[in-house]
Every structure is written in C-alpha cells, then in structure tokens.
C-alpha cells in the first residue's frame, strides 16, 4: 500500500526512465549502485539517504533510503517532505510526471552527499 506520498499517475515503458523531460538523470549507475533494495535498511535505527531529489518551485523533497526494480518502474522508500513529513514510498515514473507551481520538473540533487535521516527529520 502507498503512503500519502504516493502519487497515483503511472508511465508504462519498457525499462525505468532515468531521464526527465528537461533532461536531468535522476537515477545514475551511481546511485543505482549504492541505493540499498527495498527492505534493505528496514533493520536500522536511523537509515541512510543515498539520494535525495526536490521540487525547485514547490516545496517537497523526497530523500530515499532503498529501491529496486518493479515492473517497468524503480520503486523508492524513504522520507519525504511536503504537505505532512512522513515516510512512504514513491515510483521513478511519479518523479518524472511531477511538476511544481512553475511547471519545473523534480530535480536530483547533485550535490547532496548520503547521510543519517535523522538530519532531514529535525530540519523538517
């Protein structure tokens, strides 16, 4: 079951699209390589974000702590911050579709640098 982070559109492809449509890569082999599966760091205390991506023009942030592959799409888990902070898990293809009060697409954070929640969750 999908938490209220969930966003119910789906886009059917044959494999993940990695790219949105301003061309930002938000899911590199690097970050493929790193992100553990799905239930990967259900055991920890305070798991680790690997990736985190954000509406330039809308106020959520999304930090993913797992992934994996389902169906023609990549699932994440992990925190997200918009409406209400909570975790849940949300689908590369909600990512893709998204767009903020400007029309801008989700964006990865290139610069962000894997780390505790715990950090994420005071700040929110």
Do not use: C
């Not at 079951?1 to 559109?9: D, E, G, L, Q």
């Not at 680790?48 to 509406?55: E, G, L, N, Q, R």
């Not at 898990?89 to 909600?94: D, G, M, Q, V």
Request: without cysteine.
């Amino acid at each position: 079951m999908r938490s209220k982070a969930s966003f119910s559109s789906r886009t059917a492809t044959a494999r993940p699209q990695l790219r949105n449509p301003h061309n930002m890569k938000l899911l590199t082999k690097k970050v493929l390589a790193s992100l553990p599966p799905l239930g990967g760091q259900s055991e920890a205390a305070d798991p680790i974000a690997h990736v985190k991506f954000f509406t330039p023009d809308g106020g959520w942030t999304w930090y993913a702590t797992e992934g994996s592959p389902e169906g023609d799409d990549f699932i994440f888990y992990g925190y997200v911050i918009g409406i209400e902070p909570e975790w849940g898990t949300f689908a590369l293809s909600e990512l893709h579709e998204i767009r903020g009060k400007l029309g801008l697409p989700v964006e990865r954070d290139l610069w962000f640098k894997p780390a505790p929640v715990s950090a994420f969750i005071k700040a929110s």
